[in-house]
């Protein structure tokens, strides 16, 4: 039992070890991507249902990776999180999506407005408005063109959520609430909490013509940001009948294949050159 137990032992150390050279690898690989320009975003229009106009666009973070070729932000953004780098790679999310907008409003092509996804190291972080106030500067971009995503994870400190979002709210950015419904913030939080805007979590949205209780629990988040004056997105609606659900149920706007999937630069170039007149 004892010589068994020791191979064990031997086993999970040296499972650990490689487990944490890969991590180490990753991590310096990050590091380069950071440091060269591996990274680049795309962007998810969003749009209003009633218009049918592309009211925003989500910046979505891609890691073009030497050899692994375009690499989804899935498999490396919890790593980051973990490590830490997430902050200097959102702090880069951050400035190039704020002067990517700021560069097509120069060019005449009117963008919408840009959601940019704040991780929670990013939210709770000291000098967060001023990070934000000192890129809005450096770029030239209107506050106002400006939306934060943070998810219900940030609204863990009640108290030091609310004065963050006072802060930012003050510089003039809109601030949504990301993923919303998976996390397990109290709703009586919700109307304490200066924030613009929901996304109804597309893992909600995904079933709504199938299973009752999503659509319940989507109709249901929908009617209360109704009462509470926020706006409201659906994110993943990819069918015309999970739209035509929104719509009845007077959700402000939808985000996901249906519409548009996250475009490329050029391709999001193409798309607002041909809505101007
Ligand atoms: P998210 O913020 O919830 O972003 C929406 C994700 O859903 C995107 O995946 C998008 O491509 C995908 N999606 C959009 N429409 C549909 C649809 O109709 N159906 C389905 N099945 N999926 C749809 P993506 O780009 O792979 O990003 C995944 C996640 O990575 C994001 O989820 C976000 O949590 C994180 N992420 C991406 N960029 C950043 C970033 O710059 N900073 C931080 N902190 N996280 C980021
Ligand atoms: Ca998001
Ligand atoms: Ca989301
Ligand atoms: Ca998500």
Redesign the pocket.
């Known amino acids: 039992a004892k010589e068994k137990g020791g191979s064990n032992y031997q086993l999970f150390n040296s499972q650990m070890k490689s487990a944490s050279l890969e991590k180490l690898t990753l991590e310096q690989e990050l590091r380069r991507a950071l440091s060269r320009s591996e990274l680049l975003?795309?962007y998810?229009p969003q749009m209003d249902i009633e218009t049918q106009r592309i009211v925003g666009f989500?910046?979505?973070?891609?890691w073009k990776h030497p050899e692994r070729g375009l690499v989804?932000?899935?498999q490396f953004?919890p790593f980051?999180?973990e490590c830490g780098l997430?902050v200097p790679?959102?702090e880069w999310?951050l400035s190039e999506a704020c002067r990517q907008n700021k560069e097509w409003q120069d060019a005449g092509y009117e963008p919408p407005p840009v959601s940019?996804?704040?991780?929670t190291r990013?939210f709770l972080q000291h000098n967060l408005t001023g990070r934000v106030a000192e890129v809005l500067q450096q770029t030239g971009l209107a506050p106002s063109q400006l939306e934060l995503?943070i998810?219900e994870s940030c609204t863990m400190e009640v108290e030091y959520a609310t004065e963050q979002m006072l802060e930012l709210k003050q510089l003039g950015v809109k601030i949504s609430i990301?993923?919303f419904g998976t996390g397990y913030s109290s709703l009586s939080y919700l109307k304490k909490f200066p924030i613009d805007k929901l996304?109804i979590?597309?893992s909600f949205v995904?079933d709504i013509m199938t299973d009752p209780n999503d659509a319940a629990i989507v109709a249901s988040i929908i009617a209360m940001t109704g009462h509470l004056s926020l706006k409201v997105i659906a994110?993943?609606?990819?069918t015309e009948e999970q739209l035509q659900f929104l719509h009845r149920n007077q959700c402000d706007e939808i985000?996901?294949?249906?519409f548009s999937?996250?475009l490329s630069i050029d391709k999001v170039e193409q798309l607002l050159k041909g809505r101007l007149p």
Do not use: F, W
Not at 58 to 62: F, S, T
Not at 116 to 119: C, D
């Open positions: 975003l795309h998810q989500e910046a979505l973070v891609r989804p932000p899935g953004i980051a999180e997430i790679i959102g999310v940019v996804n704040l991780s990013q995503e998810t990301d993923d996304k979590d597309q995904r994110e993943g609606v990819e985000q996901g294949y249906y999937p996250p």
